[in-house]
């Protein structure tokens, strides 16, 4: 993996992090740090920005259809029973975008392999963040993580098409 793709993951994480244990002020300034540094030091191609504005609308529609379902309900933000997510789940969801065309690259047109990916790790990543951000999935829990998962697998591959056809990785393979 590239030095580039490492730093990209290694920076998501710690975004991850701030958006669950800091809040929404914190993620906020913490990503808007972390989007002029991939900018600047990390993107290659500056349409990448086009994948970037996709996955803050998908982040509103998404996880903000959630919030109205009562799928995900939040003890800490009381706008989400409109259905307006967090701004710290908004800033998860706008720094994913980054990861497409680097950390993420190898997934290139392979949709089933991003499909599998999309039902493991993004579902992982919901369960372990909910209690440490004030989220609670509905019951049963298996119901809501089963949601989250066939989503995911929808989502990720959906990325990677993005990715592809914008031609925002070098990658030829």
Known sequence: MAKKAI??????QTIWFVCLLMGSLWALLATMCYLAF????IMKNRHEWRLICVFLLLGFVVDGSLFRLSVF?????????????PVWLIC???????????SLSFLRKRYALAAGLGLIGPTMSYFAGANMAGITLASPLIYS???????WAMILPFGVWLTDIWQLTDRKD
């Open 92 to 102: 998860l969801w706008v720094s994913v975008a980054t990861l497409f065309a680097h």
């Open 38 to 41: 991939h900018h600047l030091f």
């Open 7 to 12: 730093i990209n993951a290694v920076l998501f």
């Open 145 to 151: 993580l089963l949601l989250v998962a066939a989503l």
């Open 73 to 85: 309900t939040s003890t800490t933000a009381s706008w989400t029973t409109f259905g307006v997510p």
